[in-house]
Every structure is written in structure tokens, then in C-alpha cells.
């Protein structure tokens, strides 16, 4: 029976943060610490030509100037911390000054004269794959990928830039809503016949659609403070992650890892911007080192905003054939994404969340990254996947009223299960329950009652929609570690980062489980690396539970073979013939005859060898050895890399049922309910499974009617730097209450049955309002996201509203 | 241009007594910059976008601070804050327009700031203009957004010269309903404006939006008897709910005798650089029934003349429609 895992518990860090007395890296300060201030670039595109920090060099204060000479030199497409011979976007960084003060430092970015070349810049995709259009590198205008891509948030390794272009005919023919023949992609895949799968369709909805990035605008900016003592670097920055950074970071600062001490005790939001070291901690730490003082370069509000990340653009065009039965039998997929100034797009992603949610028969998906010379993009919640949850959704309701069928029976029928697949490999999943969750919904929600609801209400109109939201959820392979201590309680040693989601806490349940140990004995060691932290995955694509209540898990079962070895050893018998329970490790057949948790610790360190650190398996990551080695001798230690067999993606699978007023005079929308159903294995923590559900449905909110990047074609300047300007909804644009639930099916894969549900709830939130907006204008497709009060308004008037043409960055 | 957030060194003078600062302001001059609450000071400075010798925080007098009755009507001085204003008995009693409209400015923690003379003394919202570009209104020569690929869905429908920009007030609207009186002191004395002569469109002065002259400070805002408890209709239309600007809001006082409109004021916000007050409106519902008859008997009229930029046209059915409940509700 559980003791932990399906509880609720206070996260230790709770506390701190409720009365503030919690630090983030900005609130740290050190002796002798100096402020460095960014340059960053006024221009789109442009050659630097010359840098004059003489006059600024000669104020009172002033330390030093930072630039891209100062660090290893980085090739396009990768992106570096200081623009070196070419700008690519405004506000990328240029150089960096250090002062006293901070007012001095940015007083003396005044005083410095940067020349520049102007270069052709380009703002618009598909303005870049036009003949002639310019490219937003010297080089060209497209990543291609030599190898396979990375997990996401990780730096983008072994691709090149090439300059595509299409053919008049192809550009005119996607922004006219139709496929763009003779179009060249970068990533294409098929399967089934695609044809056949068309030829068995009784109905086929074509549909061009358009989704706009927009910042990530981590509340906690990327500021970080870095110093240098005894040859070690202690770091503090503002990470999802901790341990993954470790690696990365340490190569940025030159230094090997175990020198390296990464503090990041809370972080202010990432959204998938902070998964790995960005490449901004490089500046921090090498000034720092420079100067050899304490250094810390703080990152204001519209900084974060050029330096911070975006959710990369989509320009697309879908086909989908529906069978009579409702089967989805085809679909055809082009992808162009918007990839800023890095090139990173998210198209395979779109086209997987396509797969999870309608289970084709048959599908092709072509796709190409186009850069532009707008801010960075990457990986931002459901990357890929949400946005086109939030496009799709109006196009599947219109595919499922062309054959006369209900919306979510719609949706049930092509569902996922645990027999299913995901992407184009067609990957097998470790379980699914979709059509469950659906049920599910349909009856929290009261679907078919609210159907039977008069729909006009004076100016207001109902409308109801649904909506399914996909990520991965997990991964495997990484360690864990757990100490018992002499004073007999357990220490868990998370490398997980704490960026807001407390899963780091959650997964540590699972050792507190394996162990049978109540939680108020438990302690984790976290947020810096001298607290010897283990290998752990990065904080990003909804994986943390999953993967983390299988390493605690796991590093827990290391430490109970080893209190029966010693019990064995000890009292006599073999190690099999003892359990534990309250905290003892005792016979079976004779329960008083064992030793306590402290007892069998404190054997373990006379013992040495594998019980107290001073070995360990071969198999655990380089991390986890310094780690461990950090610890030999101060307990009993149990430690694992997660071998767990088993195969298949975990998915994060939620479904949304929204119901909406749009007021047709004005173009707004109340939202009037909302309800969230997760497919994700057991409910680990039940309180923070219920903040993820209400913040994933903000965020929604934000994705399918608010959040976009406003760019002036004519000059390159980004229009809303402002956290105002970007609109992320209040709490008096979204839905008072959110209903949620869970089918709480164990996932087979996890001994604790946990899978991720993260991003997803973005998605089905996203998806649902989508689909509700268009119940409400009786089946008018935006093919937006968002679809904003502006596009509304003009439907209802009859104009055109200006995203007819497809086109990201601009209105 | 760089991206900058630390204030810049200047002068701060806080006086204590209006007198004290209009002599502050006087020496000054145009060199000084006079802050009330500062929610649209403190972006303009710490961004660099302006810059000022000296900062004049006149926060702390009291005196410009209160909602006074008055033997024709109310004064309210130019330091209350919103809250005070959308929370005032006095106010919700018989001037609940002005309630109302200082209810959805902005935020909470804007409102608990930002003062009533602030808020009809800001600056228009353009984001090139903000940005610290060199456009008409900031001293340049050309505008950004004027042109058919400017970024302009927030931008003017009305009343453009050189600058298209909107006016930010969602209470300036109001205060011309009204029909409120300006109360403007400078060390000369003082003078009064009605609110439609105080809010300047860039035909007339294309660098300020008032009529505020330099030394000048607004200390008072006055509400005429003859509007108090007249009906109400005011309607803030923004993207968000809260902590948004709006993209049209409508502010109309009528005068109603037995259900016909014996007289109105109705005014539109943030389609034009100042209040747009719609007198063809006015006379064309003189006398007719409130209602939904009158306000579809008005159609095209609220919008007419309205020249569309290449993103705002949707400004135009919204103002139609936000008038039409005015009137109709």
C-alpha cells in the first residue's frame, strides 16, 4: 500500500518562497562583487565594424569591457554569448562592461560607439524562402540537421546552414491556403500509402494555419553571479536544471566539472529556456575570472526578452481524410517554422502531437526551420506540439461535422492506447488511456448537457470545445542516490532542478516509498553541486516524474539490498530472508531480531567498500562518481543508474473540455468552464498535479488568444519587449475554476506508475478554447494561434482579418 | 539602441507645497519633468528615451490630494489615485462614470499609484514613439507607423497629422463626458481649461498631448453639477481584462427625461490622440427614445470619417458597436 506516492506533502522549499525569504540568483551578493551591463545590438542584421570603448574605458568605476574575443569563438548556427563579426538580431548581445556600480556600468554603455554594416535582415519565413528574399545569415537561410537532433533544450550539434529558396509559386500557393508544390523541406517522412489513405476517405478538409511565436519571459531573468576561489568556480545562475548543467557549464568556464559549483537553489520560470547552461552564463563567469572578482551581470526585463527564448512560429498547410466511421484515414502535413535567429524549429514535433491525437492510418509530414532575424527560439512548453494542438483542433472539428459526427466522438475514435504509437517512426508508447480521459471529461464536463444549451444569449454566444494535449513523458538512464545517516534518517540526493514544477521533491517520494520511511525523517540535498548531486536529466519535456521516481527508486532498492546484506552479515541467515519496515531491517520470521536504519548505517561505514561510498557500480555517470565520492564514509549509500527494463515513449496526454461566451459586439471571450482530464499513470502528488492543471490552462489561454511576437517588417524592431506588451492572461482573462481529474491508470514502466504531465496541459487547454471559439462563430476556422480580439472583431464585420495570409512576427 | 532599466542621474526635488513646486517647475522649465504617481514616468526615463535635468515629484502634497464637494459640483485634486477615485462615495454617487473608468485602468497595483492627474496627462501610446525612435512627435521627421507595413493595430483612426497615435486614457474620456473643468496653476496663477480644449491632438502641438504649458501644473479637476447623476454608460474594450491599454473605449453621460435623451455627451478613447467627443451622435439622438431602435438608427454615424491604417481597421466596428450599447443599454 502507498505511503507516499499519491499524497500530498509541503515541497521544503515551499516555505521560502510563501514569505520570500527563499534566494534566487539575483539576491545573492558577495564581497568586492562588481555589476557587469550588456550592449546589446540596435540593428537586425549588420557586420560590427569597429568598437570604441576608449571613453567609457577612462570613467571612474569602470573595470573592463567583455567581448566575443574574450571567449572561444562559435560557428553559426550556434549561438553565441557575444555577437562576434555579425549581429542577427536586435538585442543580441555585443559586448559586456563591468563596474563598481551598477549605475556606473550602464552609464558607460552610453559612452561606447559600436560601427556597424548594415545587412539585409528578414523577419518573415517565408519573405527568406521567396526568390530573392534575404537571408538572415551570411551563409544562408536554413538549418539542416547532419544528425539527429538532440533532446529538447539542448544545444543544436551537427547541423549547417544552406540557403533554400522556393518557387514564387510554392510561396504563393502556401500563403493562398494551398499546398506549396515544388517547395523544398529539410525533414520529410511517410508512412502508409498516402494516397490510398485519401482514396478511403469520405470527407477531406484542407487547411493552411499560422501560429506566432512569442517570448518565454521567465519572471527570474537570466541573471548570474559568478566567483572564483581556490580554482573553483561557484556559480550562481537560474536554471530548470542542476546537474545538467554541470557538464556544459564547466566547458563553457574552461574548468573541469568537478571544480565547478552550480547553485541554483530556486528559479523564477524557464519554460523550457533554462533546460541546459545558456550561453550567456559564459560571460559571468570568464569576466568574473578576468577581473577576479565577484561578478554579476544582471539581465533586465527587455533583455530577457531578446536573450530569453521564444516558442518558434509555424506557417502550414494540413490535409486530413476522415473514413465514414470516422477513422482518420489520412493526412498530409507542411511544416515551415519561424526559427529566429538560432534556426530551431519545432515541425516534428507539431507533427507528432498530429499522430498522438488522431492515430493516422496513414501520414506524411515535410518540414523545413527557416531563420530569421528575430530573438532566439527553443524549446518553450510542448514545443511543437501545443501550437498545433491549438490549430488542429477547429480543423478536427470541422473533419469530424463533414461526416456528421460529435467532436469528441470524434476524438475517441481515433484516440491512443497502450497498442498505439507516436511520430513518424511510430514509436510504441509504455501505456495510454486517452479514450478513458475522454470519458471521463465528457461527464466531469457535462458535454452533452451543455450541447443541449441555448447557444445566443443577446450579443454573447456559447461555445464548446475540446481539445488534446500531448507531450513525451520520460526518460531513462540516469542515477540516483540515497544515504542513510547514522542519525538513521534519508537523504536524497536530487541532481533535479527546481524550476517551480516541485517535481524535484515529488520524484523523491519514491525513495521515501522504496524505503518505507516516514517524510518528516527524509531530507533532500539539492541546489548546489557540493551537496554531492547525482546525474540527473534536464528539467524539460515533462519528464522529470517519470524519470526521477525510477532513479530514486531505483538508488533506494541499491540501498535495501545492501541493510539486508548487512543484517545478514551481522545477525545471520541470507540476505533474502530479511525485510524492512519502520525503519529496520529485520528477519522476517523473527522481526526483532534486525537493526534499525541508524545501526545498519552506522555498519556501513565501518564496513567501507560498496555500503558507505567508498565503491560504486561502473555503470553510473562521472557525475554520480564525484558525487558518491563526495559522500564515502558518512553513511549507508545507495546508489543506481536506472536500468529498469522496458521500452516505448511515456506520454503526457491530457484532454479539455472548455465552454466560452464570445461577445460578437466586442470580440472578447469569457471563459465559463474549463475541465482537464490527465492520462498520466498514477497522480504522484496530487496538490502539485493540480497547480500543473491550472497553470497549463493559463498558459493555454495565453497560447490560443493572446501571445505573439509583433515584429516591424520594415526595420527589424521587435514591438513588444514589455512583459505588458506580450499579454500573458491575468487571472481575470482566464476561467475562475479549473475542474480536473486524472485516470490515475499506473503506467506498467514506473514501479511508482507516474508519468509526466507537464506541457500537455498547455495543449488541451489551448486546443479546447480554439475549438470553443470556433463552436461559437458556428465552425468559422481561424487557423490562428492566438486568434486575438482584433481577428474576431474583423470576422464579425466582415473584413479581412489580417492573417489571412500567413505570415509570423507581423499582424 | 541600447537596452537600458537604472535610472539616470538628475536632480529630484519633492516639495511639500504647490508653491514650492511651481517654482521648482518655473526654474526648470522645460528641463524639469513633474511626477505624480510615475507609472508613465519611470519607463520614459529608465528606457532613456527622454531625459529630464531635474525630476519633480509632487507627491507629497497634500493638498492635491481629495475629492471635495463644491457649490457647483466636485473637485478632485490631481494626486488622488485612482483607487480613491473608483472607490469614493461621493464620486459613485453622482459622477459613477468617472468611478467606473478609473476602475479598469490599467491594474490594481497601477490604480493604488497612479493618479487622476497622471492618467490624463500620460503620454500617447506608439511603440515606435516609446521605443525612442526619432518619429514627427519626438522632434524627427517621418512616422514608423503610418506607413503599410507599420505595426499600427492600436494606432488612430481619427484626427492624424505626422503622428497617428492613440491616446492612453481610459478617464480622459470621461472627464469630456463630463464636461469637467482643468484647473492648470503656474507661478503666474491660475487658469481653467475644459477638458476638450485641455487634451491637444498633433494638428495643434505635436510634442505634447495637453495643454499644459511648461511651469504649468494640473492641481485639480472639476465636475459640473449639471452632469451629476445623468445615465451612465461607460465601456473599456482591451485585449485583457486587467493590465491592458484599451483599443476602444466609449465614456457617455445622457440626459434622460421620461426615456427620451434630452441631451449626451458621448466620447470615445483610443482612436484618436485625445478623447474623441461624437457631437453627430449627440444631435442625432437628441430627443429620440434610449434604446435599441435609437442606436441602430445611428449606424456608420460613431465611425465616420475614420481613415483605417493597414492593422486598425477592426477599431472602427468596435467603436460603432461600443456606441450602439451606450446607447442602447
Known amino acids: 500500500m502507498s505511503t507516499h506516492i499519491g499524497f500530498d506533502f509541503t515541497p521544503p522549499d515551499v516555505p521560502g518562497k510563501v514569505t520570500g525569504e527563499i534566494k534566487y540568483a539575483e539576491d545573492y551578493k558577495r564581497e568586492g562583487m562588481v555589476f557587469a551591463r550588456l550592449l546589446t545590438s540596435p540593428l537586425p542584421s549588420g557586420r560590427v565594424v569597429g568598437i570604441d570603448a576608449t571613453e567609457a574605458l577612462r570613467m571612474d568605476g569602470v573595470l573592463g569591457i567583455f567581448t566575443a574575443d574574450d ?250 481524410g476522415v473514413k465514414a466511421n470516422g477513422k482518420v484515414s489520412a493526412i498530409d502535413l507542411v511544416v515551415v517554422n519561424d526559427g529566429g535567429m538560432t534556426g530551431a524549429g519545432s515541425g516534428n514535433s507539431s507533427a507528432q502531437h498530429v499522430t498522438v491525437a488522431y492515430q493516422p492510418e496513414n501520414m506524411r509530414f515535410r518540414g523545413i526551420s527557416v531563420y530569421t532575424n528575430t530573438t532566439p527560439r527553443g524549446a518553450q512548453r510542448g514545443p511543437g506540439q501545443n501550437e ?229 557500480p561502473d555503470d553510473i555517470n562521472p557525475i554520480t562518481q564525484r558525487a558518491v565520492q563526495g559522500l564515502a564514509g558518512s553513511g549507508l549509500i545507495g546508489v543506481a543508474k536506472d536500468n529498469i527494463p522496458g521500452e516505448g515513449q511515456p506520454p503526457g496526454i491530457l484532454v479539455g473540455f472548455c465552454e466560452i461566451e464570445l461577445d460578437k459586439d466586442t470580440g472578447k471571450i469569457e471563459i465559463l468552464d474549463y475541465t482537464a482530464i490527465a492520462d498520466c499513470g498514477t497522480v504522484v502528488h496530487p496538490k502539485n498535479f493540480e497547480n500543473a492543471m491550472r497553470g497549463g490552462a493559463v498558459w493555454g489561454v495565453g497560447l490560443a488568444a493572446f501571445e505573439r511576437h509583433v515584429y516591424d517588417p520594415q526595420n527589424g524592431l521587435p514591438a513588444n519587449t514589455g512583459l505588458y506588451q506580450s499579454k500573458p492572461p491575468t487571472y481575470l482573462d482566464v476561467n475562475v475554476e479549473t475542474k480536473m481529474g486524472a485516470v490515475n491508470i499506473p503506467d506498467p514502466q514506473n514501479p511508482t506508475g507516474g508519468r509526466g504531465i507537464g506541457e500537455p496541459t498547455q495543449g488541451a487547454a489551448a486546443a479546447a478554447l480554439a475549438s470553443a471559439i470556433s463552436d461559437a462563430l458556428d465552425g468559422h476556422v481561424f487557423n490562428t494561434a492566438p486568434t486575438t480580439t482584433d481577428m474576431i472583431i474583423n470576422h464579425l464585420a466582415g473584413n479581412d482579418y489580417s492573417t489571412k495570409y500567413l505570415k509570423t512576427n507581423t499582424f | 539602441m541600447p537596452s537600458y532599466d537604472v535610472m539616470p542621474n538628475m536632480e529630484l526635488y519633492q516639495p511639500v507645497r504647490v508653491e514650492d513646486a511651481l517654482d521648482i517647475a518655473s526654474r526648470y522649465a522645460d528641463r524639469g519633468w513633474l511626477v505624480g504617481g510615475g507609472q508613465d514616468t519611470y519607463g520614459w526615463l529608465k528606457d532613456r528615451a527622454k531625459r529630464a535635468d531635474a525630476l519633480i515629484d509632487l507627491s507629497a502634497i497634500e493638498s492635491l490630494r481629495g475629492v471635495r464637494e463644491t457649490a457647483d459640483g466636485i473637485e478632485i485634486g490631481a494626486l488622488t489615485t485612482l483607487t480613491e477615485i473608483a472607490e469614493n462615495d461621493l464620486l459613485k454617487q453622482s459622477y459613477s462614470l468617472l468611478s467606473k473608468a478609473a476602475s479598469v485602468v490599467a491594474s490594481p497595483q497601477i490604480r493604488n499609484i497612479g493618479t487622476l492627474g497622471g492618467n490624463v496627462s500620460q503620454d500617447v501610446r506608439c511603440w515606435y514613439y516609446r521605443r525612442g525612435l526619432s518619429c514627427y512627435r519626438a522632434g524627427g521627421n517621418l512616422c514608423y507607423a503610418d506607413t503599410p507595413q507599420g505595426m499600427n493595430r492600436e494606432h488612430s483612426l481619427f484626427e492624424t497629422s505626422r503622428c497617428v497615435a492613440a491616446g492612453a486614457s481610459d478617464t480622459a474620456p470621461a472627464l469630456v463626458a463630463l464636461d469637467a473643468t482643468m484647473v492648470l496653476r503656474s507661478i503666474d496663477g491660475e487658469r481653467t481649461l475644459s477638458a476638450e480644449e485641455y487634451f491637444v491632438g498633433p494638428a495643434v502641438d505635436i510634442e505634447n498631448t495637453t495643454a499644459l504649458r511648461t511651469g504649468e501644473i494640473l492641481t485639480a479637476v472639476r465636475l459640473p453639477k449639471a452632469w451629476a447623476n445623468a445615465t451612465f454608460y461607460y465601456e473599456k474594450v482591451a485585449d485583457r481584462n486587467v493590465w491592458d491599454f484599451s483599443l476602444v473605449n466609449v465614456a457617455a453621460a445622457f440626459q434622460v427625461e421620461n426615456g427620451t435623451i434630452q441631451e449626451s455627451r458621448v466620447v470615445c478613447g483610443a482612436v484618436q490622440a485625445t478623447p474623441r467627443r461624437l457631437q453627430n451622435v449627440e444631435q442625432a439622438i437628441r430627443g429620440k427614445a434610449k434604446g435599441a431602435v435609437t442606436a441602430a438608427s445611428i449606424t456608420g454615424m460613431a465611425s465616420a470619417g475614420a481613415r483605417a491604417l493597414a492593422h486598425n481597421g477592426f477599431k472602427i466596428p468596435l467603436m460603432e458597436n461600443l456606441v450602439k450599447r451606450a446607447i442602447s443599454a
Open chain 1, 71 to 320: 571567449l572561444p569563438p562559435v560557428a553559426p548556427p550556434g549561438n553565441p554569448a557575444l555577437a562576434s563579426e555579425y549581429v542577427s538580431f536586435v538585442g543580441q548581445p555585443i559586448l559586456a562592461v563591468a563596474a563598481i556600480t551598477e549605475e556606473i556600468a550602464e552609464s558607460a554603455i552610453e559612452k561606447i560607439r559600436v560601427d556597424f554594416e548594415r545587412r539585409p535582415f528578414v523577419v518573415d519565413p517565408l519573405e527568406s524562402l521567396s526568390p530573392g528574399g534575404a537571408n538572415a545569415y551570411p551563409e544562408g537561410n536554413t538549418l539542416v540537421r547532419t544528425q539527429e537532433e538532440g533532446p529538447e533544450g539542448t544545444p543544436i550539434r551537427g547541423a549547417e546552414i544552406r540557403d533554400i529558396k522556393w518557387p514564387q509559386s510554392a510561396i504563393d500557393a502556401l500563403r493562398a491556403g494551398k499546398e506549396p508544390a515544388g517547395g523544398e523541406f529539410t525533414t520529410e517522412w511517410t508512412f502508409g500509402d498516402l494516397d490510398a489513405g485519401f482514396a478511403e476517405a469520405a470527407a477531406i478538409v484542407e487547411e493552411p494555419f499560422v501560429t506566432i511565436g512569442y517570448p518565454h519571459h521567465s519572471l527570474e531573468s537570466r541573471t548570474c553571479m559568478a566567483y572564483w576561489e581556490n580554482g573553483k568556480c561557484y556559480f550562481h545562475g537560474s536554471s530548470q536544471s542542476q546537474s545538467a548543467n554541470d557538464n556544459g557549464l564547466a566547458r563553457m568556464l574552461d574548468i573541469d566539472p568537478a571544480d565547478l559549483v552550480f547553485i541554483n537553489e530556486a528559479t523564477g520560470g524557464g519554460f523550457g529556456s533554462k533546460i541546459g547552461p545558456y550561453p550567456y552564463m559564459a560571460i559571468s563567469g570568464n569576466f568574473a575570472k578576468r577581473l577576479n572578482r565577484p561578478l554579476q551581470l544582471r539581465i533586465t526585463r527587455e533583455q530577457e526578452f531578446y536573450i530569453g527564448s521564444a516558442r518558434s512560429g509555424m506557417q502550414g498547410w494540413i490535409r486530413m
Open chain 1, 388 to 616: 498545433m494542438a491549438a490549430v488542429l483542433a477547429p480543423i478536427a472539428d470541422k473533419a469530424a461535422k463533414a461526416i456528421g459526427m460529435d467532436r469528441v466522438a470524434f476524438r475517441r475514435i481515433n484516440a491512443i492506447d497502450s497498442g498505439g504509437f507516436q511520430g513518424g517512426g511510430q514509436g510504441p508508447v509504455t501505456s495510454a488511456f486517452v479514450r478513458e480521459a475522454l470519458d471521463q471529461g465528457m461527464r466531469t464536463f457535462g458535454w452533452a448537457e451543455k450541447n443541449a444549451l441555448a447557444k445566443q444569449n443577446g450579443s454573447k454566444v456559447r461555445g464548446l470545445g475540446v481539445g488534446i494535449g500531448y507531450h513525451g513523458a520520460g526518460g531513462r538512464g540516469y542515477d540516483g542516490l540515497v544515504r542513510i545517516g547514522p542519525d538513521g534518517k534519508l537523504y536524497i540526493h536530487s541532481g533535479v532542478g527546481n524550476l517551480g514544477t516541485y517535481s524535484y521533491a515529488g520524484t523523491c517520494r519514491a525513495a521515501a516509498e522504496a524505503l518505507q520511511v516516514p517524510w518528516e525523517r527524509c531530507e533532500i540535498l539539492r541546489g548546489r553541486t557540493d551537496n554531492h548531486l547525482p546525474h540527473s536529466s534536464g528539467q524539460g519535456g515533462s519528464n522529470t516524474i517519470f524519470t526521477h521516481t525510477r532513479t530514486n527508486w531505483v538508488a533506494a532498492q541499491d540501498a535495501i539490498t545492501k541493510l539486508k546484506e548487512i543484517a545478514a552479515q551481522d545477525l545471520g541467515g541470507a540476505p533474502e530472508d530479511y525485510t524492512i519496515g519502520d525503519e529496520r531491517v529485520f528477519a522476517s520470521a523473527e522481526p526483532a531480531r534486525g537493526l534499525t536504519y541508524a545501526q545498519a548505517a552506522a555498519r556501513a561505514i565501518e564496513l567501507g567498500g560498496k555500503f558507505s561510498g567508498e565503491e560504486y
